[in-house]
């Protein structure tokens, strides 16, 4: 089966927050909380165990290119975040139980069954997409839908996008779309556009994202990180590193014995 | 809405699209992404300003200028486009001596009678002739309607080279002569090369090749000028040739799944369904008489006798006879205003028993929550239908006054009846959404409870209120018991069928009650029946042509098979517009509706609007009559005289043609006029109802807008009990500048408190530059900006902005000014309860030596249409 997965265009979500309620609903989540955060119009705050999509809203005293406002230099980025579902997940490779799991779709899924709320997930993703419940302890993330896609249709968020910012379908197709997106909007002028995530050259440290964005500023700016990599990437550098320490370590010490060994026999 | 990804450019103003139509939203993002320029005009930058290309600030209540700066525009430049207007508008023809315009009276048209607070539409008519609006409302003026009607049809001089001082095109010149760029700057508060900008991109974007629409909401509609403002749209449009072709025309965007619905099948008090008039007590003292006052010689209107009749013959069946005069005297006549606020205003002087609120909640939703408290407390009896207990339904002991120990629930007499209501998913019925499109919606499942549809409630409460009276001989219960009330059931609950009230709407043949197809077909001799004739053809065949489901794939792009629209399944209006005066379209890209010169018949991608046979070149002989006056090359069907009015000789309470007049309560002098205000604004002068100066109040130096949030809807009965939605947006915020924060000393996600002189309300802060200052005539305005779905009950619960809104409305609808206000604002909450003005005044009164609000002075308005009503308070003053 071909994988699938998201190709979100910022540049056309107007905000309306249409995927979170359809996630919300679809999934039957709690919510997290009434709280107003004062930030714009943003009271979401983050994805978390019980929200799977996210709008963030960014007041820049930057234009936008293209754009032109009687308030002079502004403007308001909108984005729909959500789980990377990574080629190479960091959630993935810590999970101890084998809950989280690969799926037909290529997305990565959580099985609710298996999962003993150890935890380690949590840690692993450099997004801070998984979490854990307070209540009964699992860890919860988008699920890509896994049901609906079983059933043949498309996740509830890309249905309900209005706009079609939030695009579902083939990764392959995704990634060509978002080529021709991303060249229109060069030409154009919008020069600042590009693509988070689209691929492994663009991305090692994750291998490229099944959720890819097109973007108009830094990552940073979105509240997502420049350079993220599933931490078991780090793991052979760090243990070749700990071997020659280990090593240097042990040469040391054997030098330290005979050195000592030889001092008071003469 | 579909057309409007086929506009080159799109302008959004009095409207906040994105945030409140995101699904139609789609149509301009489609347009954008053809490369069509999107321009919004909004005092704040929002979701919509987000993806514009052009965002431009505009001071709330200034539109009418900045539209006339663009009327001046392209008159100036002559941009506007010429065959079509020569041809399709009453630009050529000539008006009458006596008309005086505002540039000549300081800010008043010929007519102003200060006694009656009205104007006489006389001195505006055409020269030699009586052309009466196309709807009948003739007793919004003073003196008698017109009872003679002539046989003209329209104007009797033209002159088609447009330079007669007196010629329409001319007069609309000079009237918009000093609303230049210079002016837009200072009266908008836009800077001169950005309003240039926007002129440029409109007038570019019209004429054969290209068009222009325009989108427009409340932020237009909720001003006490606001219906000018639509019409210095129109006039706009049909200068530059974009009313009735593709990608072009005015979009009106309604803000409820079917509030078009409710008034095409009217819930309002001074139409009947299809917008017939409703009788007047004074003048239609008989069906000839009612027929003879609203009808017309020639265009569409004139077939209005047949939908008259019809109606009649499905409310009173075969008790409506010739006659009897068709049982007319049976209906109900209108005494005077009985509009929204005029009603309420009433039930505070203790004058209205009984009060019905179904899906509707004033004391959040409308203006001045506490004058709309303190009325209730006056009735005997209220009603109220809805999904969870209203903040109107528990004003009895949940309020502000009640907090505070100013009035207590033991005190309030009104007896109330709370009935739940079912949801859309729980009952059948139809919507009429925003694009007079009919969808029916399919009951899923059944109510829970108690829990019932507004058709059962009120088809047992007529059954009842029948059985009742049943055997009176009392004339009052003559109509009532005469209703054809025969609509089968069905279920325990025994719930009315909601087909075969379409089927009664739709109309059909009395003899063998076949529905009938088209509105053409309705006779005025009792032989059809027909509840709407706007709406007949929606059971054509006898299926529900409202519950088709035809995929958008699967048919051209107008998808004239998925639900259906009135009238006649039409979805632009005036569409013959869109072909030239010999029925070929102005260009190929822009085709859409032409003749078909070898069937001999209108064609197209839309179902034409026009008589189907009729072409190009018919016309009207000397004796024609009715519809046989309209040429073939007259779009504007539902006109006298077939023509687009650029100017309005008739119709409008306020003037044939928009003028800038400032909202009741502004920051700034009117800088064209001595005339502050739209003269023909209602007002309730009361002493619950206090105003504030017309500008320079220094109680209340800021500038108030409300409007709405994507996550919730109107006073929030339908979002704030659904977490999902209420976690969104949980609490009630006003957005304000750094400036302002940094002025009054408020903090991000702080609180503050927000008066006027009618009330005060608390909210959390939002400091956003989104909300800029207005710099006008070298001062600084700030700007407050309030959502207005909050109320006291609900998961999440805040203060209603209404509450600060006073009554006064527009002339010709009745409409609330919720879009400009003036107020003061201080940082933290108020330390016990808050006050409302029906307890007794927030503020002190100021000295007299401010500016006065109109001049001249209009003087003591009596009490009637459109008049005041003396404060006659029951509960202390």
Request: hydrophobic letters at 35%.
């Amino acid at each position: 089966m071909a994988a699938v997965g998201f190709f979100t265009d910022t540049t056309i979500c107007i905000g309306c927050k249409a995927c979170e309620v359809a996630c919300k609903e679809w999934n039957q989540l709690p919510d997290d909380g009434l709280l107003f955060t004062g930030m714009s119009y943003d009271n979401t705050a983050a994805l978390g165990a019980s929200t799977w999509r996210h709008v963030s809203f960014i007041e820049r005293p930057v234009p936008l290119t293209g754009q032109e406002t009687g308030l002079g230099d502004f403007s308001w980025l909108l984005q729909s975040d959500v789980c990377k579902h990574c080629h190479r997940a960091g959630c993935l490779e810590a999970c101890p139980t084998g809950a989280i799991i690969r799926t037909e779709f290529d997305s990565v899924y959580v099985q609710p069954d298996v999962c003993n709320g150890c935890g380690y997930c949590v840690v692993s993703c450099p997004f801070g997409v998984i979490d854990r419940r307070e209540d009964d302890g699992r860890a919860w993330k988008c699920t890509l839908c896994y049901d609906r896609l079983k059933g043949g249709m498309e996740p509830a968020c890309a249905k309900a996008c209005p706009t079609d910012s939030i695009q579902f379908g083939d990764l392959d197709e995704l990634r060509e779309r978002a080529r021709g997106r991303l060249e229109r909007l060069h030409r154009h002028g919008v020069a600042e556009a590009y693509l988070y995530g689209a691929d492994a050259a663009g991305q090692p440290g994750t291998e490229g994202l099944n959720a890819f964005f097109l973007l108009v500023d830094k990552p940073e700016v979105y509240n997502l990180p420049p350079d993220p990599a599933a931490p078991a990437k780090e793991a052979k550098p760090a243990w070749t590193s700990m071997a020659f320490a280990v090593l240097g370590m042990a040469a040391a010490a054997v030098g330290a014995v005979l050195t000592a060994r030889g001092g008071r026999e003469s | 809405m579909q057309d409007l990804q086929h506009a080159d450019c799109i302008v959004i103003q009095g409207s906040n699209m994105a945030e409140c139509h995101p699904v139609g939203f789609r149509w301009v993002m489609a347009a954008k992404s053809r490369g069509a320029k999107v321009i919004h005009v909004d005092p704040r930058f929002t979701r919509t300003s987000a993806v514009a290309d052009l965002h431009v600030p505009i001071r709330a209540g200034s539109d009418v200028a900045f539209l006339g700066g663009i009327i001046r525009y392209a008159i100036e430049g002559e941009r506007w486009f010429r065959d079509y207007v020569l041809h399709y508008t009453n630009a050529p023809s000539l008006v009458c001596e006596d008309f005086k315009d505002t540039e000549d009276l300081d800010g008043l048209f010929s007519g102003w009678n200060e006694k009656d607070g009205q104007y006489d539409p006389a001195s505006w008519a055409y020269e030699g002739t009586d052309v009466g609006p196309a709807a009948g409302n003739r007793e919004h003026f003073t003196g008698q309607p017109h009872s003679e009607r002539g046989t003209q049809s329209g104007a009797e001089r033209f002159d088609f080279t447009l330079q007669h001082p007196r010629c329409v095109f001319q007069i609309l010149k000079r009237h918009f002569s000093r609303y230049t760029p210079e002016l837009v700057e200072e009266v908008c508060g836009v800077p001169k090369e950005l309003f240039l900008k926007v002129a440029e991109a409109v007038c570019a974007n019209s004429g054969r090749e290209r068009t222009t629409a325009f989108c427009y909401a409340v932020g237009w509609t909720q001003h006490s000028t606001g219906v000018q403002y639509i019409r210095t749209a129109s006039i706009l449009q049909l200068l530059l040739g974009n009313i009735g072709r593709p990608g072009g025309g005015i979009m009106a965007l309604r803000g409820h799944a079917s509030i078009q619905g409710s008034t095409d099948i009217p819930t309002l008090y001074d139409i009947l369904p299809g917008y017939l008039p409703s009788p007047k007590d004074k003048h239609d003292t008989s069906f000839e008489q009612y027929v003879k006052l609203n009808d017309s010689p020639s265009g569409w209107w004139s077939e209005f006798p047949k939908y008259a009749v019809s109606l009649l013959k499905a409310w009173f069946g075969a008790a409506a006879t010739k006659e009897n005069g068709w049982l007319f005297d049976a209906l109900p006549r209108l005494s005077g205003d009985h509009s929204h606020m005029t009603t309420v205003a009433a039930m505070a002087d203790g004058e209205v028993k009984g009060y019905f609120l179904m899906g509707e909640n004033p004391t959040v939703g409308s203006m001045h929550g506490a004058l709309h408290r303190k009325a209730m407390r006056q009735l005997d009896w209220l009603v109220v239908r809805d999904f969870a207990v209203t903040e109107s339904a528990d004003f009895w002991r949940d309020a502000p006054e009640i907090e505070r120990g100013e009035v207590r629930p033991e005190d309030v007499p009104t007896e109330v009846f709370f009935f739940p209501a079912a949801t859309h998913t729980e009952k059948d019925g139809a919507f009429t959404n925003t694009q007079r499109l009919l969808q029916w919606h399919h009951k899923a499942v059944e109510p829970p409870g108690d829990c019932r549809s507004e058709l059962h409630f009120l088809y047992h409460l007529g059954r009842r209120l029948k059985e009742l009276h049943a055997g009176s001989a009392d004339p009052r219960d003559q109509g009532l018991l005469a209703l054809t009330w025969d609509y089968p059931v069905s279920g325990e609950s025994e719930e009315p069928s909601a087909e075969a009230v379409l089927h009664e709407i739709n109309g059909f043949r009395v003899a063998d009650r076949q529905p009938v197809g088209q509105f053409t077909d309705l006779k005025d001799d009792g032989s059809t029946a027909c509840g709407c004739w706007i709406y007949c053809g929606s059971y054509k065949d006898g299926v529900n042509q409202t519950a088709r489901r035809k995929p958008g794939r699967e048919q051209p792009w107008v998808a004239l098979e998925w639900g259906w629209a009135w009238p006649a399944n039409r979805h632009m209006l005036y569409n013959r517009a869109s072909a030239d005066p010999e029925g070929r379209p102005w260009s190929e890209r822009k085709r859409y509706v032409w003749w078909d010169d070898e069937k001999q018949h209108w064609t197209g991608h839309d179902t034409p609007d026009f008589i189907a046979d009729r072409p190009p070149s018919y016309r009207p002989g000397k004796d024609a009559r009715g519809i046989d006056t309209l040429a073939g090359d007259n779009p504007f069907v539902m006109q006298g005289d077939g023509l687009g009015w650029l100017y309005a000789p008739s119709g409008l309470a306020d003037g044939p043609l928009p003028t800038h007049y400032e909202p009741q309560e502004g920051v700034v002098e009117n800088l064209l006029y001595g005339q502050q205000c739209n003269p023909g604004r209602m007002e309730w002068l009361r002493r619950d109802n206090p105003y504030h100066r017309p500008w320079d109040d220094p109680r209340f130096p800021y500038l108030i807008t409300t409007y709405r949030l994507t996550e919730h809807h109107t006073a929030g009965a339908m979002s704030r009990w659904l977490t999902w939605l209420s976690e969104l947006q949980p609490e009630m915020f006003c957005e304000v500048s750094p400036e302002l924060a940094r002025e009054k000393g408020l903090t991000n996600g702080g609180w503050a408190t927000i008066t006027t002189a009618r009330g005060e309300i608390e909210a959390r802060v939002l400091v956003t530059e989104r909300i800029p200052p207005l710099r006008i005539k070298g001062r600084t305005i700030q700007q407050i900006g309030l959502p207005y779905h909050w109320g006291s009950k609900g998961r999440v619960r805040g203060d209603a902005a209404n509450e600060l809104i006073s009554f006064v409305a527009d002339p010709n609808v009745s409409i609330q000014e919720s879009k400009a206000l003036t107020g003061a604002i201080e940082a933290g909450r108020r330390s016990r309860g808050r006050r409302v003005v029906t307890s007794g005044p927030l503020v002190p009164a100021l000295r007299s030596g401010g500016p006065e609000r109109d001049l001249p002075v209009v003087g003591h308005k009596p009490v009637g249409p459109h008049g005041i009503s003396e404060s006659r308070t029951q509960e202390g003053d």
